[in-house]
DNA sequence: CCCACTTCTTGAACATGTTCAAAACTTGGT
DNA sequence: ACCAAGTTTTGAACATGTTCAAGAAGTGGG
């Protein structure tokens, strides 16, 4: 696995031939799926050697990157449009697990195999990993202004960790998205429009003296994992 | 990918093979983990030819299948030693878990390029693939024993589901596991002393009238979701 | 014992992700 | 214009999971 060069002092023929690679990677992958894209059909395809593509592209796996990256900017811009004007939590959370589900729906077909890849801890394509961290904060962002406009009132400290709970809350609908084989992945639209009112009462229930310290402990053990390093 | 032997009509003979073949795989990646491990080098050591293992295998994943399995019961036996003599549903799913982690450690190393592939919805390897319901079911039954004892009293409805909650938070636990790189996967331990008591309380809260709607709606989801197929 | 039939085994060939040494090209300094 | 130092590109070679046609070994019926 080579070195790949350093995003700051690349020539611009250079980045052209970067993202050529790029463009031909996806087109293939969505005609054909990624098993059957080869490293040569790609390299071909975007008119360079197949181990030029290696020059920019440490493995196949990173060309998934890009895939990862335009999915969640494009998730970010149909979120945007589903919390114009809405006020109400659900509708607003509603909004934005569906505008994901819009977004990657054409993927779906073979998003598996990436999502495979994703799954590996080593992997750098690990929604955990600190390569995704760019990707994954853009997102975590994304559930965080799900709550700024919205009517939800919740103590400081539930607050301060929502937005990353509603994220994992995400990756289970992905989850279950992945593994979902109806027509349209009709199955994960019904989980998120029971989900949703279901994540809003409770939400709403954090108020109550009881389930106070039930939420308190939960914001504690958040911390606590997040303080002993990454994860 | 050949079709593999009827699990029925193996000769003895076979049987002893395909024995042989699975130890030399456990062996080696036990030693040199997953990815250094060669189909060639496994044969070797069980004294075939590479393409004998294709026959009793029909890849290198589904050599994985027999590493879960024999997890799967070495997991159930050290449930049982923990769950003997207690009765607080707090201490019951507290050792089953941490017996998980227990049984799991030695293979922490290379765990992850297994759960990569259990990832892959298509992976008959996936903890929610039909290949994977005796496991899976199996696995369930330990959570429904760590109910079954306990001094927890829960409504009949989501004392049915229950033990799958249990099982998906497990999957959570397992989750963390595989990303945890800190020492003897401290980190995980510390999850589980923190998650359990909190998951005790909350089940205890949903007796309360307040809490019941929730707690019916998320049994309703549930049981909704199983009914449009398996997922 | 021999024949047909199934089950098992082999080794060579194949496909494809990846590496690498060498060559082509760029660029900045003189 | 030329050189040295970097950067980019190439094509062949390699490693390894997998396939496959051929044959060996076992099995039951006559």
Redesign the interface.
């Known amino acids: 696995m080579l070195a790949v060069p350093d995003p700051a002092n690349r020539s611009p023929k250079a980045e052209l031939t970067r993202q050529a690679i790029v463009d031909a990677a996806l087109r293939l992958f969505r005609a054909g799926g990624y098993d059957r894209t080869t490293m040569r059909a790609i390299a071909d395809e975007a008119g360079v050697s197949a181990g030029n593509a290696y020059y920019y592209f440490g493995s196949k796996e990173h060309l998934v990157q890009a895939f990862y990256d335009q999915m969640q900017v494009e998730h970010a811009r149909a979120a945007e449009v589903a919390l114009a004007g809405t006020q109400a939590f659900a509708d607003r959370l509603r909004g934005v697990f569906l505008a994901w589900v819009e977004v990657a729906a054409p993927y779906h077909e073979f998003a598996?195999?990436f999502?495979?890849?994703?799954?590996?801890?080593?992997?750098p394509l690990?929604p955990?990993s600190p390569e995704s961290a760019p990707a994954r904060d853009a997102s975590i962002e994304i559930f965080r202004r799900v709550l700024d406009g919205s009517d939800l009132r919740l103590s400081p400290a539930l607050r301060r960790e929502m937005p990353e709970l509603l994220w994992l809350l995400h990756m289970g609908v992905v989850l279950?998205w992945?593994?979902?084989?109806?027509p349209g992945q009709a199955?994960t639209r019904?989980?998120v429009d029971?989900?949703v009112?279901?994540v809003d009462?409770?939400a709403r229930?954090t108020r109550?003296p009881?389930?106070r310290?039930?939420v308190n402990?939960?914001v504690?053990?958040m911390s606590?994992?997040r303080a002993?390093?990454a994860?």
Chains 1, 2 share one sequence.
């Open positions: 598996g195999k999502f495979k890849n994703a799954a590996e801890p080593t992997s690990s955990f279950f992945v593994h979902d084989r109806s199955r019904v989980l029971r989900a009112p279901l009462k409770l229930l109550l009881v389930v310290g039930v402990d939960l504690d053990l606590s994992l002993e390093g994860s």
